[in-house]
């Protein structure tokens, strides 16, 4: 079944108006992002979006599920995430209520009668006599995606897939080539219309060949001080467009430093945020050291980070800040 299945909903979408898209949610995407995800959206692949923590991969997700007005469902990956967890639960009360009233067996699931594969949902559907039937089914985001019938086709963001097992991302394989998947009691669930599916990877550990050969990848670099300005002037509009310009800089220029943890663009808005918060009548006014040693606790997240930040490292950042405006002009 894989390579046959059609995103019909965009196979006429264009890279101008998914650029569109994205300039019209402030999404700041470069000729390689926009390229990549027209490609996993008209081919209708999962999109593997690697990069440092902070980065923007999970705001892609957002970004696409808010440019094309669908909904966004979210599956936040984590160490010992089971099948279950992600995919679907019974409803346990609800059955074990419905076999002592005499109102449900635990016989005519799809397990019983030897063919799990074979049953669709719409035939599980019609075995109301079995607590394995569809009232007693819990949906959880893998499930609910597959099942959406919203017309559009849902997001699926599969956040930081590195956390989770080897063993969960091995379950995962089924979904990412056939958006179909197995329920041992219930049957096979398949998407009528594929959801959009965003992978993101902080690079904790090696993914697997087999999840990867399902998948188009995009690598997300922090951006160059000119991108970064950008996204600050979007997202930020608050503050002073020399400011802005500084307060890139000076990211910049902490990123060059052997941090544990340099800093993201999260990172980068979080201090904008900050500073233009601090900030009523000397809005317009250059950044001083001790305005960046103060909030440096926005851009630095280790205490050893912290640390290192002396005198030395401060008066090199206000350089940096001070030379920014010829950067911008």
Request: aromatic share 6%; proline share 5%.
């Amino acid at each position: 079944m894989s390579g046959e299945l059609d995103a019909g909903p965009f196979d006429s979408l264009t890279e101008e108006e998914l650029r569109e898209r994205f300039e019209a949610t402030d999404y700041v995407a470069d000729d390689r992002t926009v390229t990549t995800v027209d490609l996993a959206l008209r081919l209708g692949r999962p999109l593997l979006v690697e990069g440092p923590p902070g980065s923007g991969k999970t705001e892609l997700g957002k970004t696409l599920a808010e440019g094309f007005d669908t909904e966004l469902i979210r599956l936040q990956c984590y160490e010992g995430l089971t099948a279950e967890n992600a995919l679907y639960e019974w409803n346990y009360t609800k059955q074990l209520l419905a076999v002592q009233a005499d109102e449900g067996t635990v016989a005519g699931g799809a397990a019983t009668n030897g063919d799990a594969g074979a049953v669709s949902a719409p035939d599980r559907e019609s075995d109301s006599g079995s607590v394995f039937g569809e009232e007693y089914l819990l949906e959880r985001p893998l499930l609910r995606a597959l099942r959406s019938s919203e017309g559009r086709p849902p997001v699926l963001l599969i956040d930081e897939i590195d956390r989770a097992d080897e063993e969960f991302e091995a379950f995962l394989l089924e979904l990412l080539s056939d958006f179909q998947v197995s329920i041992p009691e219930y049957g096979t669930v398949s998407a009528s219309t594929p959801p959009i599916v965003i992978l993101t990877s902080n690079r904790t550990r090696g993914l697997s060949d087999a999840l990867k050969r399902r998948c188009l990848y995009l690598h997300v670099e922090p951006p160059s001080f000119e991108t970064e300005y950008e996204i600050v002037r979007r997202k930020v509009p608050a503050l002073d467009a020399a400011v802005a310009a500084e307060v890139c800089s000076v990211v910049e220029r902490l990123r060059e430093e052997s941090f544990l943890k340099r800093p993201g663009v999260a990172e980068t808005l979080d201090w904008a945020r900050a500073v233009a918060a601090l900030r009523h009548d000397d809005a317009d006014e250059p950044l001083a050291p001790d305005e960046i040693e103060r909030t440096i606790g926005c851009l630095l997240k280790e205490a050893e980070d912290v640390g290192r930040v002396d005198a030395e490292l401060l008066e090199r950042l206000h350089d940096a800040a001070s030379a920014a405006a010829e950067r911008t002009e």
